[in-house]
């Protein structure tokens, strides 16, 4: 796995994880990355530097406590799994209704592909990108 620092055209820098360099720029070529906070298609990679090892981090027990983002990155997903209804790749839809008042209002999320979150951005549907993975995607 890799890490890459990335960057949108509209300036938001965000991060994220790769199989492999050429993970990464297979799905950049084939427009499948998309900026974490709207959505823009147009993402680059980042200056980033290196992350080197200390004594400290060698020494430290591997079941180490989570730190303070990641707890509450992970009491973010609880509330909302406990709080909305997990519609999985039908979220586009699903929200467009709702937005349109064919389907009961509720808070819903799921998946969507870059192209599928702009449009909805564009029709003014209220949506907002999660930062964990879907239901589907998780190990």
Request: charged fraction near 25%.
């Amino acid at each position: 796995m890799i890490r890459y620092r990335l960057k949108c055209d509209q300036g938001h820098e965000f991060e994220s994880w790769f199989a492999s360099t050429a993970a990464f720029d297979g799905l950049h070529k084939a427009g499948h990355l998309a900026c974490a906070t709207c959505g823009s298609a147009r993402v680059e990679k980042a200056l980033m530097a290196p992350s080197v090892a200390t004594v400290e981090a060698e020494t430290r027990p591997l079941a180490a406590p989570a730190s303070a983002l990641e707890e509450k990155l992970a009491a973010l997903r609880r509330h909302v799994e406990e709080t909305s209804d997990y519609v999985g790749t039908d979220f586009a839809t699903e929200a467009r209704a709702i937005h349109l008042g064919e389907a009961p209002e509720r808070p819903i999320w799921g998946e969507a592909r870059p192209d599928e979150a702009r449009a909805l951005v564009e029709e003014g549907v209220p949506v907002a990108p999660l930062p964990f993975m879907g239901k589907a995607r998780a190990n």
